[in-house]
């Protein structure tokens, strides 16, 4: 596939697996920890971003995001697109229901 192919990647599974291609050998040396740090460590920016309202930013630090979370997957082993559809898919794992239904505290 070039990659011209690859950006156009649709579902969270495609993405996950670009990731794994790209990064999985500098994230094995890496190992899980750090690259849960660098995972906590965008999480962080997109916050600031968020703080300063600045969307191009915003759009800029979720990407980073979704990266670095599929880098953790792809070192544990998680599917992130079966996981998040087996715990989301069937609406909110709490009251079952789509929107929610239940009650902020």
């Keep these: 596939m ?3 192919m690859e950006a156009r990647a649709k579902t969270i599974r ?3 697996n670009l990731m794994k291609r790209m990064y999985i050998s500098r994230d094995r040396h890496r190992g899980l920890h750090g690259t849960l740090l660098w995972t906590i460590s965008e999480v962080g920016e997109l916050t600031g971003a968020a703080l300063k309202k600045d969307r191009n930013a915003m759009r800029s630090e979720a990407a980073d995001v979704l990266a670095w979370l599929c880098s953790t997957c ?3 082993g998680i599917d992130l697109e079966d996981a ?3 715990k989301y898919g069937g609406g909110c794992p709490k009251c079952r229901h789509i929107p929610c239904r239940c009650r902020e505290k």
Aim: glycine share 0%; proline share 0%.
């Design 14 to 16: 495609e993405f996950q």
């Design 74 to 76: 792809n070192l544990i």
């Design 2 to 4: 070039d990659i011209a």
């Design 84 to 86: 998040a559809f087996e």
